[in-house]
């Protein structure tokens, strides 16, 4: 194995309590780290459900949200990451909106960031939440992640792009259920339109009026699932090796017939 063993945290959220989805956390984090989980993915919003519209819901880069990460991947010697509500750069007095962002966190004290750059105008989103500009690639044991979250999904054009550089896609959600079909399908599109593997991390549970059905999935470059879940809070293991992404890729070689 050149690779390594990512685990999907597929989680329900308490709404609006990061201390208590904290402790709900903690122990989920800690049995994939036993099961020999390197990466470890919680979900969009884990702390606090998404309510960006919500008052006060948004964080300073570095607060609780990215603390507890940090602090998970130290205590436990592995990479974690999920979405949060995060004032970054380009907030003023008179804009405060926060951005969803995508924190993955190293065991050295590493922090990076992903914004996420769609809005979903369907709900007015950009009403609510600033929308970042650039998009993220992180190389972790020699496994080359990029990162997204949500309604990012739908974007095929931004997968492409980094395709060449990318041997599995991490992609957090809060996505309804009613649109479960949407989500499975679209992770696997995109699995097998750029043969990489895809790590797709879905809520359960309700928020707010929604509710969520998970179908989290660990999906390979030929778009075989490997590990899935719907329904309950649930870790999916599986291993992610680049060597299996590349001869992928020289045996089918649709990624250069692209124009």
Not at 102 to 126: M, N
Not at 203 to 230: H, M
């Amino acid at each position: 194995m050149t690779g390594l063993r990512v685990a999907a945290v597929q989680h329900d959220i308490v709404w609006h309590d990061r201390d208590a989805n904290f402790a709900r956390l903690a122990p989920m984090v800690s049995g994939a780290a036993a099961s020999g989980a390197r990466l470890v993915v919680l979900t969009e919003t884990f702390s606090t459900g998404f309510s960006f519209d919500t008052p006060g819901i948004g964080e300073p880069e570095g607060g609780p949200s990215a603390r507890f990460l940090s602090e998970q991947a130290e205590v436990h010697d592995i990479w974690i990451g999920g979405s949060c509500p995060e004032i970054g750069p380009g907030a003023t007095d008179d804009d405060r909106r926060p951005s969803n962002t995508f924190v993955l966190a190293g065991p050295d004290g590493t922090v990076h960031r992903y914004r996420k750059i769609h809005p979903f105008s369907h709900a007015d989103e950009q009403r609510w939440v600033r929308p970042g500009a650039d998009l993220t690639t992180v190389t972790v044991d020699g496994v080359r992640l990029s990162l997204f979250v949500c309604y990012d999904l739908r974007f095929a054009d931004e997968f492409w792009g980094l395709a060449a550089d990318t041997d599995a896609y991490l992609v957090v959600a809060n996505w309804p259920a009613k649109r479960r079909l949407h989500w499975s399908t679209l992770l696997r599109a995109r699995a097998i339109e750029n043969q990489a593997y895809v790590v797709g991390v879905n809520r359960v549970g309700t928020g707010g009026s929604l509710d969520y059905s998970g179908d989290s999935a660990i999906i390979d470059p030929l778009g075989e699932v490997l590990a899935s879940g719907a329904g309950v809070e649930t870790v999916l293991l599986a291993d992610v090796d680049p060597a299996v992404v590349e001869s992928t890729r020289s045996h089918f070689r649709f990624l250069q017939d692209r124009r």
